[in-house]
């Protein structure tokens, strides 16, 4: 079973893919490689042939339990539990396996945390590399942002009825009235947002798709039924975010030429238009933003972004300016 190192993390990938019941396919998974190939630099695209050959070494050699969904036009696992056997790790490997569960360690809530640091601890003790030395490990920092608490409890019973598709029977808090209700839901997405973890599915009362704080939730259990995870809740997610609000489109704005070297740093990542003007100042178009996310942004620059369009955010913004200027009267 000789297997090179592009090969083995094209598996791995693959195998992940079908773990979030993404049902990749030989094309969609080839258009992943490439962009990743782009973003990341990792040199690992291939053809479908290549994907398909990769497919059968799962199958035979490691006996994966894939099967192919006509409905989602994909592959997945017949068997949840089946585990991939990486034959070898190498330091990047190694590397890779300790900043995803640092990462663990200061974001997932117990006891989910706990568990992915026992698993990679499980799949590197054999390994010899000078990455593994604790002095080491302690020099990377990962700032954690954490905003609330969440129930050890809470958080493992959501986080294996999200795994193993089942439906959750929940106690929940309403955060603007604190009024408290049991409901059915199908958790279909557990996000990280803003440093706060939420649930995204179906309220099986009214069959609406709805965001839970999970911090709000107060008691939960899991029911006996299950769920097939709907693709279109995670296309809707992937390209309008996770909660569903509107947003403004041609927010343009003027920037100061103080703030112009760190929206240069971010202007691929937040997709900025930006026009640089003769004094050092910027032109700048935001993309779809929500109200809420423009507000924060302009009013947090502290007086170095001068609104152009729409009118009416710009009124809003003099509004709010006035009204803390007036709080905040000395």
Known sequence: MPLNKKQLMRMIRFVAEMRKNNYPN???????????????????????RTIMRDLDTLRKDFEA?????????GYYLTNTSWELKVPFMDDEMVMSAMLGAQLAEKIMPSPVKEQ??????????????ELLDRTYIETLLI???GKTTIPPEIFGTVFQAWRERHVLHLTYRKGNTGEVSERDFEPHIVAYHKGNWYLKGVNLA?????????????????????????????????????FNYPKIENIRVKCAPEIAYYLYEQQKAKKLAITPQE??????????????????WILGEAGNVEVLEPQWLREKIYALAQKTAELNRV
Do not use: W
Request: proline share 4%; with cysteine.
């Open 279 to 296: 004094d050092g100042s910027l032109i700048v178009v935001l993309p779809p933003s929500t109200e809420a996310d423009a507000l924060h």
């Open 65 to 73: 339990p894939i099967a192919f969904s006509p409905e989602y036009n």
């Open 206 to 242: 009214d069959d609406k798709v709805i965001v839970l704080a999970i911090f709000r939730i107060q008691k939960a259990e899991i029911t006996r039924f299950e769920f097939k995870i709907r693709k279109d809740i995670l296309k809707q997610t992937e390209k309008e975010g996770l």
């Open 26 to 48: 030989a094309a969609s998974f080839t258009r992943m490689l490439r962009e990743m190939d782009l973003i990341e630099n990792l040199n690992i695209s291939c053809s479908e």
């Open 143 to 145: 700032a954690s942002c």
């Open 116 to 129: 992915i640091r026992d698993a990679v601890d499980n799949s590197i003790a054999d390994n010899n590399s």
